[in-house]
């Protein structure tokens, strides 16, 4: 069965190359082009795993966060050009389990979707939080933390997309 990702992202270029992207690596793709649509993807199709953008109309996405992780654990990745100390600690606090910042290469997004899904099917530590800005990676558990420098790593594929998510 294939990995389950819901991307909720405002701009349907993005969702759009999310779609073909990640089904490259054998992931199913959940779209939602705003918040509300998101929760009830989240609660009804039950994703693996959920991408997140921030700066949305409607409903942004620490909102979109804080909901979710009322009725759910899912690992939800943010992926955002917002960014700051402040900014993404609000979204760590809203129950992200990651943070990445845009623009970002497809082999860390996909990388960071395997480990984050990984962690947290062969773990259960949805409770885990993993940051990611400018391949500096931070990694929280409840009892230890580490930082250092990432360097992605990723099953390679014969057919590899183009370099960067915008």
């Known amino acids: 069965m294939p990995l389950k990702v819901l991307s909720i992202e405002d701009d349907p270029m993005i969702t759009d190359f999310l779609d073909v992207l990640l089904t490259i690596y054998g992931m199913q793709v959940l779209v939602a082009n705003d918040g509300p649509t ?59 389990n990651a943070f990445l910042e845009k623009p970002i290469t497809n082999q860390a997004l996909v990388s960071l979707i395997q480990k984050i899904t990984n962690t947290s099917q062969k773990t259960g530590l949805a409770g885990d939080r993993f940051f990611i800005v400018n391949y500096l990676l931070c990694h929280k558990r409840s009892d230890s933390a580490f930082c250092g420098v990432w360097q992605p790593s990723f099953r390679p594929h014969p057919a590899q997309p183009s370099p960067q998510v915008a």
């Open 38 to 96: 998101g929760i009830e993807l989240a609660r009804t199709e039950k994703p693996d795993v959920i991408l997140l953008d921030l700066m949305m109309p409607v409903m942004d996405g620490w909102e979109v966060c804080r909901i979710i992780r009322s009725f759910s654990r899912v690992p939800i990745i943010v992926v955002s050009a917002v960014s700051g100390e402040e900014k993404i600690g609000r979204a760590m606090a809203a129950g992200a």
